[in-house]
């Protein structure tokens, strides 16, 4: 019996029957985290549908790999496009990162 743990819909990956991105499991899966690990981050899933996710993304690592690197250039893209439009908040944004580092207010 043959079961389906991820489903392409919306020009993109998702776990079967959630609203979870197969990228956000396996960007934490890239760094290291276990499976179990990653199940505490996403209490919606099942063991059993994280490790059909992983094996998904691992039997399926080229087109993924690919998908992922796709979706990562137009973020990019819109990020550029965006401070372009709006130079003057970005300006005043990054000074305000220089005053307080990410490192001060993160949850990490």
Not at 27 to 39: D, P
Not at 59 to 81: G, H, M, P, T, V
Not at 90 to 106: A, C, G
């Amino acid at each position: 019996m043959s079961k389906d743990y991820v489903k392409q819909r919306d020009d993109g990956y998702w776990i079967a029957g959630k609203r979870i991105s197969l990228a956000s499991l396996v960007y934490e899966f890239q760094h290291g985290a276990a499976h179990e690990s990653i199940l505490r981050s996403f209490p919606l899933l099942t063991l059993e549908e994280v490790y059909g996710a992983i094996t998904f993304y691992l039997s399926n690592r080229k087109e993924i790999d690919a998908y992922l690197r796709k979706r990562e250039a137009e973020f990019d893209e819109q990020r550029r496009q965006e401070r372009e439009t709006d130079p003057d908040f970005y300006k005043r944004f990054d000074e305000t990162r220089v005053i307080f580092p990410t490192s001060l207010y993160s949850l990490h």
